[in-house]
């Protein structure tokens, strides 16, 4: 079945650094991808997404590009903040693209200090 | 624009007993889907729900079921609580039916099983 796979967390950063948070997926079809972001004490929220092989998707600094040949999908940030620090979660789309049944990675936690 | 709501936050119950969790989608919203959330499985699809009718079934027990009512409002119940139900259950609701739309989520109602 559909499967993702992120690194371990938590990640570490200091603030201005460079962030990498590796994804990787299993899946049939067509699926989509994104990155959904849990703050502290909120519901998840949707970061970025891309619908298909090559596309980038970006937001507030962040972005990921949905590479097909190496089936992954890596989140990256040239400076991250204090205001980063939350738990981040890979997920793709059931083979049709439909998003609203999501196949989730287990979450890599950032904190990030000054 | 009022959030998804869930209800209640937070609760316990013993073995054996059942629960009803409740979801308000976002005004306008017709889709709503259910996650389980817990440290060792992560996010788990649940199911979901389109114009009062069920339109996936994630990989859970029949003790696991819900509905939907026609003003989009859903519940999800779960019978014979095990300690392994302890978890905290998501709600999203979505605008768009199919494709990559995004997913809205709650903050959750958290169920600790004694």
């Known amino acids: 079945g559909d499967s993702v796979t992120q690194m371990e967390g938590p990640v570490t950063l200091s603030e201005e650094a460079f962030l990498t948070i590796n994804c990787t997926y299993t899946?049939?079809?067509?699926?989509?991808l994104f990155w959904y972001v849990q703050y502290p004490g909120e519901g998840l929220q949707l970061l970025l997404k891309a619908t298909k092989a090559d596309d980038k998707g970006s937001n507030k600094g962040f972005e990921a590009t949905y590479r097909k040949e190496t089936t992954s999908f890596h989140l990256e940030k040239g400076s991250v903040q204090v205001s980063d620090s939350a738990v981040y979660f890979c997920a793709l789309s059931d083979r049709y693209g439909t998003a609203s049944k999501l196949t989730f990675g287990t979450g890599t936690r950032l904190q990030v200090t000054l | 624009k009022a959030g998804v709501t869930q209800t209640p936050r937070y609760l316990i119950k013993t073995r054996g007993q059942q629960v009803t969790l409740s979801c308000s989608p976002i005004s306008g919203h017709r889709s709503v889907s259910w996650y389980q959330q817990t440290p060792g499985q992560g996010l788990q699809f649940l199911f979901e729900y389109f114009s009062e009718t069920q339109r996936n079934k994630g990989n859970f027990p029949g003790r696991f079921s819900g509905r939907q009512f026609s003003n989009s409002r859903s519940e999800m119940n779960v019978s014979t609580l095990e300690l392994g139900d302890s978890a905290l259950y998501l709600c999203?609701?979505?605008?768009?039916?199919?494709?990559?739309?995004?997913?809205?989520f709650g903050e959750g109602s958290r169920l600790t099983v004694l």
């Open positions: 999203a609701s979505s605008l768009v039916v199919s494709g990559a739309g995004e997913l809205f």
């Open positions: 899946a049939t079809g067509y699926p989509s």
